[in-house]
């Protein structure tokens, strides 16, 4: 059985003070949350400040991106040992935002999840095709793609650390949610890329999770798909009412 993840990515939205404030309301709501992990993503200003809000509850603190590198000249990075010591546990990798807005490739992709993992942080690496490479009937070889390309050169082990959110692009921040089967369905595709590269035991308990336009209406419909393990929520986990009523699905 999976342990579900409910995680909100908070992208470049608010400051250390309304963060802290989001934490303050948001933990009383989700403490009886045992059910799932509850995973929030501050920007970087804002990691350590949640970390320290959220200690001794079931809040878990993800950065939103992470160098390759230790450390060095790498102006603007941050890397997987300052996350940790600033408290996240997670770290969201490949958000197609930044492969749209920052290059973001799979080689790199592949780059900042072994940092991550070396760093001792898990990641949650999001692939996912455009509306234009589905409506090409492309969606399984972009997964293939992504997915060859994202997880190359891991051991089973090093791959049994790491999330997996299905992000169809076309329903990020569009308010079109890919139906909870059209979901399972890439989800499913996901999993048997899984059994082939690192063995049906591994596939069995990987989490994937799906994001896109994910809300307390939609949330139901999409967990009971046995093949979706969470969700990654953007626009609705920015306020704590709607990202609370979203990890409180059942
Ligand atoms: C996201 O940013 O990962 C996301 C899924 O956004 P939204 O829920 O707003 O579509």
New binding site residues.
């Given amino acids: 059985m999976r342990h579900p993840v409910i995680a909100g990515?908070w992208?470049m939205y608010k400051t250390i003070a309304e963060a802290v404030r989001f934490i303050d309301v948001l933990k009383p709501k989700v403490a009886s949350a045992n059910h799932c992990e509850v995973v929030v993503a501050p920007p970087f200003t804002a990691l350590k400040a949640v970390a320290e809000a959220a200690r001794s509850s079931n809040i878990q603190v993800a950065a939103q991106d992470v160098s390759w590198e230790k450390e060095g000249a790498f102006t603007g990075d941050v890397s997987a040992s300052m996350l940790r010591e600033a408290g996240c546990t997670h770290v969201i990798i490949g958000?197609s935002?930044r492969r749209q807005y920052h290059h973001e490739t799979d080689e790199r992709v592949n780059r900042k999840l072994k940092a991550a993992l070396a760093g001792d942080l898990t990641p949650i690496v999001?692939v996912g095709e455009t509306l234009e490479e589905r409506e090409a009937g492309r969606t399984q070889a972009v997964l293939e793609r992504q997915f060859t390309e994202g997880f190359a050169a891991l051991t089973a082990q090093d791959f049994s650390r790491i999330i997996i959110?299905y992000?169809p692009v076309w329903?990020?921040?569009?308010g079109r949610t890919a139906t909870p089967e059209i979901a399972a369905e890439s989800h499913r595709a996901l999993r048997s890329l899984i059994v082939k590269q690192f063995g049906g035991e591994v596939a069995e308990q990987t989490r994937i999770l799906y994001?896109?336009?994910?809300k307390p209406d939609n949330i139901q419909g999409l967990m009971a798909q046995e093949e979706i393990d969470g969700a990654?929520?953007?626009?609705?986990?920015l306020k704590a009412d709607s990202f609370s009523a979203i990890v409180n699905y059942l």
């Fill in positions: 990515n992208k958000h935002e999001c959110a992000e329903a990020i921040g569009t994001g896109g336009s994910v990654l929520v953007g626009g609705a986990s």
